[in-house]
């Protein structure tokens, strides 16, 4: 069964960091592309970052770029997402995201708040 769970999120000040953890369980991690949404509440959720199986390809919102990182380590079953100069409007819960199978399976998410 397929499973996706994120850590690492928290209260921080802009300007700060964060480092978001997504474990994977189920499924041939290194086969596939994880990416990483955002949501706030009563909105959409919004594509944030993604990574190819190798690493090699990535890509980002353009309200990221420059500020967020996404890698991965297919040793561990982890894709990561490096979070700098963080600002009020990245505040929201974050989610892990893949495709298996034909199927989308998301994780439960991670709550960022930004905040002095």
């Known amino acids: 069964q397929v499973q996706l769970v994120e850590s690492g999120g928290g209260l921080v000040q802009p300007g700060g960091s964060l480092k978001l953890s997504c474990a994977a369980y189920g499924f041939t991690f290194v086969s596939y592309t994880m990416s990483w949404y955002r949501q706030d509440p009563g909105k959409e959720r919004d594509f944030v970052a993604s990574i190819t199986w190798s690493g090699g390809s990535t890509n980002y919102a353009d309200s990221v770029k420059g500020r967020f990182t996404i890698s991965r380590d297919n040793a561990k079953n982890t894709v990561y997402l490096h979070i700098n100069s963080l600002k009020p409007e990245d505040t929201a819960v974050y989610f892990c995201?893949?495709?298996?199978?034909?199927?989308?399976?998301w994780g439960r998410g991670t709550q960022v708040t930004v905040s002095s």
């Open positions: 995201r893949t495709a298996v199978g034909g199927r989308i399976y």
